[in-house]
């Protein structure tokens, strides 16, 4: 039976055993997927130990994607260029680590705004400057845009982001600064929010969508609410609208593919089953 995980500190919030879980109970796979805690103080030596605990692999969550960027073996493309791994596993006996968040942020976009919607967008602005922004514009950079602006409340984590990413991209990168957000909006079609603000107990995202594009579309990856304030003011605009949850279920995908042999399918029901859930923890 094949034994995958997810681990993190703390861990039982996390819902990737919900999502595991039904993707194994619907294509009727014998297997299992936990949820483990690990304090870094001790998470070198898990990501040695977990082969002999009888794991393919799993999910790592906060903390510990830096430490594991650091500590395996080798990376795929898309993990080296957003500095962090979020998905582990042995691979002819060598340590692999890769990012997922690149690819469940743009497949839920896509899902979302149909095949294609980039050709209608020259510009993109995201806001924040953590590991989720970085895995954002990473995968919009994939996209024939002219330009992407990032935005954060602390300017130097913003050139950090550009600094790293600039390098061999195909599309224009830039830095903005909070203050000049009014300046930049009219010009985004695309504006997605990777910060906290808008997440349950956070104060909401304070952005003024009033100038922004009549086609524009508005992302944000916070889930809990599922319609954040920045969402909620985007709708009363007329503008399309992006949720969180998405990202989380499409970002399950390769993992489960990779550790049990299966492509699963982010269905209506996979989506009803979390929205209850999260609604149930409330």
């Given at each position: ?62 903390p ?42 743009m497949?839920h ?14 510009t ?40 790293a990413?600039?390098?061999g991209s195909?599309v ?11 300046r ?52 009363a ?46």
């Open positions: 039976m094949t034994k995958a995980f997810v681990v993190g500190h703390p861990i039982k919030h996390s819902r990737s055993p919900l999502i595991h879980g039904y993707w194994l109970k619907r294509y009727g796979l014998e297997g299992s997927y936990e949820r483990i805690d690990v304090a870094p103080v001790s998470f070198g030596d898990f990501l040695k130990d977990f082969p002999s605990r009888g794991f393919a692999g799993g999910n790592v969550t906060i510990h994607k830096e430490m594991a960027f650091l500590s395996v073996e080798r990376r795929t493309a898309q993990a080296q260029r957003v500095g962090a791994v979020n998905t582990v596993w042995i691979g002819d006996g060598v340590l692999w680590g890769d990012n997922t968040d690149v690819t469940g942020f497949a976009l896509d899902a979302s705004l149909g095949t294609g919607w980039e050709q209608d967008v020259e993109a602005l995201v806001l924040g400057a953590g590991g989720a922004a970085r895995a954002v514009v990473a995968g919009l950079q994939e996209r024939p845009l002219k330009r992407i602006f990032v935005a954060n409340r602390t300017p130097s984590k913003a050139e950090d982001l550009v600094g990413l600039r390098p195909p224009g990168l830039e830095t903005a600064a909070w203050e000049a957000l009014p930049v909006i009219p010009h985004a079609r695309l504006i997605v929010n990777t910060t906290s603000l808008g997440m349950a107990g956070q104060p909401p995202l304070a952005l003024d969508l009033a100038a922004a594009p009549r086609d524009a579309a508005v992302a944000d990856i916070v889930y809990v609410p599922l319609a954040t304030p920045l969402l909620a003011a985007a709708s605009r007329g503008l399309r609208t992006v949720d969180g949850l998405g990202m989380l279920l499409h970002q399950a995908v390769p993992g489960f593919r990779r550790w049990f042999g299966v492509t699963p399918e982010v269905t209506p029901e996979l989506r009803t089953l979390i929205l209850a859930d999260i609604e149930g923890q409330r």
